[in-house]
């Protein structure tokens, strides 16, 4: 039996980005769950806001399933929907700590 190498390192770095969303989005949650427990109408819009991210992503995210924009493979599916959460989450990260989006580098 033979291992295909380039598959297995695949699956390595969608593993590494699975360990690496999960850090990122406990990150988010704290400072979530700071501002939602400071109360008052920051608290409040920060809780409504987070159900509204959350139901928005998902929808997102099954349209490009169903669209086939996530790839045909279960490592295309896996990647494109790392690739999707990890986007949301660093973005609510920029967005509660207050640091602005880095800019795009053109492509080549």
């Given at each position: 039996?033979?291992?295909?190498?380039?598959?297995?390192g695949?699956?390595?770095?969608?593993?590494?980005?699975?360990?690496?969303?999960?850090?990122?989005?406990?990150?988010?949650?704290?400072?979530?769950?700071?501002?939602?427990a400071?109360?008052?109408?920051?608290?409040?819009?920060?809780?409504?806001?987070?159900?509204t991210?959350?139901?928005?992503?998902?929808?997102?995210?099954?349209?490009?399933?169903?669209?086939?924009?996530?790839?045909?493979?279960?490592?295309?599916?896996?990647?494109?929907?790392?690739?999707?959460?990890?986007?949301?989450?660093?973005?609510?990260?920029?967005?509660?700590?207050?640091?602005?989006r880095?800019?795009?580098?053109?492509?080549?």
């Open positions: 039996m033979t291992i295909d190498c380039k598959a297995y695949a699956w390595m770095k969608a593993g590494m980005d699975m360990w690496m969303l999960g850090a990122e989005a406990g990150t988010v949650m704290a400072l979530r769950m700071t501002r939602i400071t109360g008052g109408s920051a608290g409040a819009a920060e809780a409504e806001l987070m159900v991210e959350k139901v928005r992503a998902a929808i997102e995210l099954q349209t490009r399933l169903m669209t086939g924009a996530l790839g045909v493979t279960p490592l295309g599916a896996t990647q494109g929907t790392l690739k999707h959460y990890r986007r949301k989450v660093a973005a609510n990260n920029r967005r509660l700590i207050g640091t602005p880095k800019p795009r580098r053109p492509k080549p």
